[in-house]
């Protein structure tokens, strides 16, 4: 089955730095890879989303970018603010015609004021 | 339109008990997944439920399970509780749109076994 590994497991920036969290995925035909912010005792929450034909996308200060032959996708947070404290979770989904994401382990994100 | 709701959110039981868990999907959405969260696994997949039968099943023991109702609201069942089962336990919802597959999630439930 699909297998995505996350990292880092743990990343510390200051107010106004960017932060990079990178993905890998195991199956060439996962084709949809969302990703989620959950902050302290809340639900996941979906912040962003890309699907296989598209390099990348970007919502505001939120980017996401795909590169398909080396199975790694990545969420790039520009001028970071404390409220983007958080677990970031990647997950990959679409192999074998499942839509069932697979999760990677999550990165805590601590933005320091 | 409403998000997932889940019930109860907290749940104190003790080894042995059993437990089931609510969940009501976004209107509309006629497929709920299971996921059980904790600190040193992260999101694990329990099941996913769509039109009352199960679809896709995780790696979970039989102890574990769960069934959906005719108005999409799902339950999941948890007999002989064991202190690992303590977790959270989150219930989606999935949107389907252009060939992919979104999932919203509920607050969760918060299980503590004693």
């Known amino acids: 089955g699909e297998n995505v590994e996350q990292h880092p497991s743990t990343l510390s920036v200051q107010e106004g730095d960017s932060a990079v969290i990178k993905c890998t995925y195991s199956?060439?035909?996962?084709?949809?890879f969302p990703w989620y912010k959950q902050e302290l005792g809340k639900r996941p929450q979906l912040i962003i989303d890309i699907r296989s034909n598209v390099g990348e996308k970007k919502d505001q200060r939120i980017a996401v970018t795909l590169n398909k032959t080396a199975k790694h996708f990545s969420l790039h947070i520009t001028e970071t603010q404390p409220e983007d404290s958080a677990v970031y979770f990647c997950?990959?989904?679409?192999?074998?015609?499942?839509?069932?994401?697979?999760f990677g382990r999550g990165t805590s994100l601590i933005v320091h004021p | 339109k409403a998000g997932v709701t889940q019930t109860p959110r907290y749940l104190i039981k003790t080894r042995g008990q059993q437990v089931t868990l609510s969940c009501s999907p976004i209107s509309g959405h006629r497929s709920v997944s299971w996921y059980q969260q904790t600190p040193g696994q992260g999101l694990q997949f329990l099941f996913e439920y769509f039109s009352e039968t199960q679809r896709n099943k995780g790696n979970f023991p039989g102890r574990f399970s769960g069934r959906q109702f005719s108005n999409s609201r799902s339950e999941m069942n948890v007999s002989t509780l064991e202190l690992g089962d303590s977790a959270l336990y989150l219930c989606?919802?999935?949107?389907?749109?252009?060939?992919?597959?979104?999932?919203?999630f509920g607050p969760g439930t918060r299980l503590l076994v004693l």
């Open positions: 199956d060439s035909a996962s084709n949809y």
């Open positions: 989606a919802s999935t949107h389907s749109s252009g060939g992919a597959e979104t999932q919203y």
């Open positions: 997950a990959a989904s679409g192999a074998g015609g499942s839509y069932i994401p697979t």
